[in-house]
């Protein structure tokens, strides 16, 4: 059986390997690299072969926040299980932390761990065992788990003992993050994590997914929940039909967006007509608000003010609203 840990002291922190560090160099930077990678799955008697993955070129920095991003069926899933080693590939290179799949697969499967969608778990194991069976099937030794230190990150301590069947759905999602952290992986994914879960549990994750992030771990991130990614994600690749839409930095995605509003809570009545610059849009809000939306490649909020002062509106404040990242992901997507 492969083992993963040498006897050392002091305790490693979450997701790191100084040995691992010490041969991939300096030089070396990228957590996971992807190239021309294919899934077709085969067709049955009255479907057509399905091409999940067309040649998916991806790279992913250490020590990121990555967000995977795309509609339903556009690959994701496909991907997180090639790269979990739960499914074959058809074609292309992938390599993990270091490890080309093809040429050592049980090194590049152990630098990864998955924090699955679905919830599945025995239901007659309690958290301590269930972990403490993770932990086995990794090769880790006794001496070298920390499976207290995992119930406590991921406040599970005092239901260690309790049947996972008897264990709320939040509770549930967080035993799937503790066995996915058992073998100290470099690289954490997480499909879906907050998926119908409350908001005590989705802050909780946040907060451990960031501890973890600054202790060296890489995190990859699917969601649905595009206001999740916008605020935790370094960078964000989308994908559609199996190929790579776009990939940058959240802010470059977001100033992809050409327009913006400019909303205006005016002091007294308006009673003239406002001359607004050609392209501007106006909708008055609940409240009196004005909001104006605009292009910033052919307008300038000054334009819009002078327009207002033009129009004797006095202005008791004002705000600007930038597009989300939602409306970036819209506005990829729709037309593919």
């Known amino acids: 059986m492969l083992r993963l840990y040498k006897a050392r002291k002091p305790r490693p922190e979450f997701g790191l390997h100084s040995s691992n560090r010490e041969r991939r160099g300096k030089l070396e930077q990228q957590a996971i690299e992807v190239t021309g990678l294919r899934k077709t799955y085969a067709g049955g008697k009255k479907q057509e072969p399905k091409e999940a993955l067309k040649g998916l070129d991806l790279s992913i920095p250490e020590g990121s926040i990555f967000g995977l991003l795309g509609p339903n069926g556009a690959g994701k899933s496909t991907l997180i299980n090639i790269l979990a080693g739960l499914v074959k590939k058809t074609d292309g290179r992938v390599v993990i932390w270091g490890f080309d799949q093809d040429v050592n697969p049980r090194q590049s499967r152990a630098a990864i761990g998955v924090m699955p969608q679905e919830?599945?778990?025995?239901?007659?194991?309690?958290?301590?065992?269930?972990?403490?069976?993770?932990?086995?099937?990794?090769?880790?030794?006794?001496?070298?788990?920390?499976?207290?230190?995992?119930?406590?990150?991921?406040?599970?301590?005092?239901?260690?003992?309790?049947?996972?069947?008897?264990?709320?759905?939040?509770?549930?999602?967080?035993?799937?993050?503790?066995?996915?952290?058992?073998?100290?992986?470099?690289?954490?994914?997480?499909?879906?994590?907050?998926?119908?879960?409350?908001?005590e549990l989705r802050a909780m994750l946040w907060r451990n997914v960031r501890k973890l992030n600054e202790q060296g771990m890489t995190i990859i991130l699917?969601?649905?929940?595009?206001?999740?990614?916008?605020?935790?994600?370094?960078?964000?690749?989308?994908?559609?039909?199996?190929e790579l839409i776009v990939r940058d930095t959240t802010p470059n995605l977001l100033k992809r967006m050409d327009r913006k509003a400019l909303v205006v809570e005016p002091r007294n009545e308006v009673s003239q007509e406002i001359?607004?610059?050609?392209?501007?849009?106006?909708?008055?809000?609940?409240?009196?608000?004005?909001?104006?939306?605009?292009?910033?490649?052919?307008?300038?909020?000054?334009?819009?003010?002078?327009?207002?002062?033009?129009?004797?509106?006095?202005?008791?404040d004002i705000a600007s609203e930038q597009p989300g990242l939602e409306e970036v992901f819209v506005s990829l997507t729709s037309n593919r």
């Not at 649905?224 to 605020?231: F, K, N, R, W």
């Open 119 to 199: 919830l599945n778990m025995d239901p007659f194991f309690t958290p301590r065992a269930a972990l403490e069976m993770q932990a086995g099937l990794y090769g880790v030794p006794k001496s070298e788990r920390w499976t207290d230190e995992i119930l406590e990150l991921v406040g599970l301590s005092d239901k260690a003992e309790a049947y996972a069947r008897n264990l709320s759905g939040g509770m549930k999602r967080r035993l799937l993050l503790a066995k996915a952290l058992v073998h100290r992986p470099q690289i954490l994914v997480l499909d879906e994590p907050t998926a119908g879960v409350d908001i």
């Open 275 to 316: 001359r607004l610059p050609e392209g501007v849009t106006l909708e008055t809000r609940p409240g009196g608000q004005m909001a104006f939306s605009y292009s910033r490649t052919d307008t300038s909020a000054e334009d819009i003010l002078d327009a207002l002062r033009a129009a004797d509106v006095e202005i008791r």
């Open 222 to 242: 699917t969601t649905h929940y595009l206001e999740e990614a916008e605020e935790m994600c370094d960078e964000i690749a989308i994908i559609n039909n199996g």
